[in-house]
């Protein structure tokens, strides 16, 4: 056990509060209630203090002639005020401290900082992104005035700058806070942008001939307080109060970083970072961000299919889930296999493990989805639940380590029916020739692909911004996915359709929520006993022992 | 540079600049060993480096920068037993308008300066030094090269200097062409390759953490140069030339419209402004009556003829003193002239008689300080910006009544609240010659300005 941390007494505004030592001062502010405006500030980055928004008044204890500090009526020290201003983001408090946030000296240096921040700003709201989550707009409302005084021509910057693929810049918006370039710096580790020029001329820019490409660039749009940065793929889209927030995770690593969906009636506008220091602190990667459009796509499949005479047919799902049910029963249980994906959540997989235990067939894995990873954010692992399909026993210890076999055993003719539940089999290894050797494939997926093409039956399932669920992290942190939209046309979540064929296949009533889904993993997987998706939390949940991740022991039949 | 060669005025206590203009004299090693270069250096080497901290603490020197800070008390913040590496810096930046002393010490006479650091370095502890010397100045800096390589085979530098055991390199660094390199953390920055953006204090003191994160001294030339002084006659009484909390010399460098413009070395408050402008700079142009002051640099407050003071002086019964005196008989010293509200910042005294427009005086500050600044934060970017574009819409004939009003909150709004001293550099400006020559800047809103006006990018043409 280490040491706790010392308490020091703080007085903020005339009330003394008590903080762990190495609080910042504003921060120490934020949690006695007393927010202080700043724009520079960030709390994952270093603090120049250049944008001078969070002045305060400071002070520490009057010492008396003995070196002690003097004590007030109260019993209290008595506070001998710094006559000049103090930034609050970059010192730590101390014992004995006075601050005050609300003075008229710090109410007249914040309105002096943002007359000074809006002199030379071209005032775009109208038609800038940033518009509605715009600090600068936030603390003129609190902090500045209405009118202007300033009578002179404004500094003309540039404007429009492709800083790089995803980010573009207008100078002219820019408050000169520094955070992207500390960004970059000090979390991307790729120190590509900074400030040229000097004084009420310098701008922003990026080192010559050096595009701002990182992975990780579109952070910076994420805390650029003002409209300067924005992402190039979300300007001019959507108006970001019209947007309806849903919190969420990426599904494209195994990091999960959590997430805010920006969505609109049907459409997703944007994927942003939502902190969570124990996955992915504030940030995300771009590639992960921007893997949504997919999901927007007018190619999604919006009805259940079945071939009729060599063609497929639109269907309803109840004659979809009734055909594939009985052509599953024409096999053998060792003449089936089921492709599942390391995509699927945790109750789609356990709803897949169900189906491959009614089937009976020892022929199963998910697809492993490799690529490469860095230091900071990106898992080289593309699955996002790896260990969830491991943990679930839908795959073994070695994702991926059955498909060869199945491949070829589907060569021998010895597999003639196989489900592939949002996989495309060319992705497993399978060719079209192998396909077409199939009695029977089932599809379940939202977007067309050979393996959809060559079907039996197509089924349409829900990307994951559309449907609830969990997954399990690279780290073995259970968190969860939330709907933020509505899954196109008669397209269904994917733990209903599979409960739908289950309940085909087996004749009893399955699961009629997602949350008994959840209770049945409960209630069978050790690692998850207890849990609830309530239980997990906005910010996920830490599973215990989950490296070595054991095969699921095999379901009572009776829980269906 | 020199080229007018001069004898000093009688007024003068010639100590730094002793050699300056002296006919014969070249920057040559020889030339200072003729007259008993670096034996200050041999003296300060049979001391103990707290010792020399010690006869500087007595000297009562302060800072000829600009702050006037106590080199004694500065040098103190080194802790003693300090195992980080400790640098020096001499500050050779000089670029504060009106202010043009160092650069003679450097052309003339560096083995001075030389000397000077070398003894501060073993004092301080500091085995690596620089001097960061102004961009503007190429020459000054090739001459340090000489000068340096002379010090090295003369064993001044190197390894076990004299004999000693102690090894000090020092290196020039050419300065980036802006006047916040100056400023000692600025200037930190722009010697590790960065632009000069100051640092924030706390926590960034240069003692503490300075070049590279180490303990850091900052000396400007003349200070540095003092100590080699300090050396020769002992702290005690070093103290003795000028006066208490002010002593030593200073080269006050006159500009502006007298009749004989120039650098001075003089006792500190040895004489009034009023004896330096009408005895030592032979006074005012013919007809010509005083209007102003600006006493330690374009950054110092504006004094204003006319003015009244309330000077407080300690009797010799030791009692306090107040009187009131005028603008010349201000003593040239740094409290003095603080009590007049001013400073005696760099010594750089700029003079103005009744032709001087005030408005146009201030807008040529202004456009200094506002191309100087290096906009990193908020206050002094946006507000050095303004009060130019503003001064100089004044004079272009666009002057409204409410522009007196405005310049003063944009100054007030800018001191006090910026990372660095600038912010008070370009304010102090505004905020003294708006309050002192009210009525002059009111006048403009009713003024009629011929057309094309005499403003901005005409600055020579003042009426």
Known sequence: MSDPVPLLNVQIDGIWHQFPKGTRVIEACAQAGKFVPRYCYHPKLSSPGNCRMCLIEMGMPKMGPDKKPELGADGKPVISWIPRPQISCAQDIAEGMGIRTDSPLTRECRHGVMEFLLINHPLDCPICDQAGECRLQEFSVQYGTAGSRFLEEKVKKPKRIALGPRVTLDDERCILCSRCIRFMKEVAKDDVLGFVSRGGHTYLTAYPGRPLDSNYSLNTVDICPVGALTSTDFRFKMRVWFLKETKSICTSCATGCNTVIGARERVIYRQTPRENDDVNSCWMCDYGRLNFHYVNSEDRLTAPQIRLNGTLETSDWGPAIVRTAEELGRFRPDEVAVIASGRMTNEELWLARRLIETLGTPHHDVVPRWGEGDDLLLNADRNPNTLGAQLLGVANERPGENLARIVARVRAGEIKAVLALQEDLLEAGFTAGDLNRLTFLLALNILPNPTVEAATVVLPGAAFAEKRGSMINAKGRLQRLNRAIAAPGNAQNDWEVLRELLQQLSGTAGPYVIEDVFKQIAGTIPEMRGLSLSKIGDRGYQLEDVEDVPAAPAPEPAHL | ?463
């Open chain 2, 1 to 463: 540079m020199g080229t007018v060669i001069r004898t000093p005025h009688p007024r003068e206590k010639r100590i730094i600049f002793k050699n300056i203009d002296r006919p014969g004299y070249t920057p040559g090693i020889d030339s200072y060993f003729a007259d008993g270069g670096y034996e200050e250096l041999r003296k300060a080497f049979t001391m103990k480096p707290q010792d020399i901290v010690a006869e500087v603490k007595a000297s009562g020197l302060r800072g000829r920068g600009g702050a006037g800070f106590p080199c004694g008390a500065k040098w103190g913040f080194i802790r003693p037993g300090e195992t980080k590496p400790v640098y020096l810096i001499c500050n050779a930046d000089e670029s504060e308008p009106g202010t043009f002393k160092d650069r003679y010490i450097i052309h003339q006479d560096p083995h001075q300066l030389l000397e000077g650091m070398i003894i501060s370095c073993y004092a301080v502890n500091a085995r690596l030094a620089y001097i960061y010397i102004r961009g503007e100045f190429p020459l000054g800096a090739k001459i340090l090269e000489r000068a340096l390589a002379e010090a090295r085979a003369h064993g001044f530098l190197g390894k076990n200097v004299l004999g000693t055991g102690f090894d000090l390199e020092i290196y020039i660094f050419r300065g980036a062409g802006a006047y916040i390199c100056g400023e000692e953390t600025g200037l930190i920055e722009s010697l590790e390759g960065k632009r000069p953006y100051p640092r924030i204090k706390p926590p960034y003191f240069p003692a503490a953490l300075g070049l590279y994160m180490a303990p850091t001294i900052v000396n400007n030339v003349e200070t540095l140069c003092n100590v080699k002084h300090i050396i020769r006659m002992g702290g005690a009484e070093y103290a003795r030339i000028g006066r208490p909390n002010n002593t030593g010399t200073r080269v006050l460098c006159v500009s502006g419209d007298v009749q004989k413009p120039g650098y001075y070395e003089l006792e500190v408050g040895a004489i009034t402004l009023g004896e330096l402008i009408h005895d030592v700079c032979s006074g005012l142009k013919p007809g010509r009556k005083l209007k102003a002051v600006i006493p330690g640099g374009s950054s110092a407050k504006v004094l204003r003829a006319g003015e009244r003071y309330k000077l407080k002086t300690k009797q010799p019964d030791g009692s306090m003193a107040e009187r009131e005196i005028g603008i010349e008989e201000v003593p040239m010293d740094f409290d003095s002239l603080a009590a007049a509200g001013s400073m005696a910042g760099s010594g750089g005294v700029i003079v103005m008689d009744d032709s001087r427009d005030m408005v146009w005086a201030l807008n040529n500050i202004n456009e200094f300080y506002a191309h100087e600044s290096c906009g990193q934060c908020t206050p002094c970017r946006e507000g050095s910006l303004w009060m130019k574009k503003l001064t100089a819409r004044m004079l272009d004939g666009g002057a409204v009544p409410a522009d007196p009003d405005t310049l003063k909150s944009v100054a007030d709004n800018i001191a006090g609240r910026t990372i660095c001293a600038f912010g008070e550099a370009c304010a102090w400006p505004t905020q003294s010659f708006v309050a002192k020559f009210r009525d002059e800047f009111a006048g403009y809103a009713a003024r009629n300005v011929p057309a094309g006006g005499h403003g901005n990018g005409n600055a020579e043409s003042q009426p």
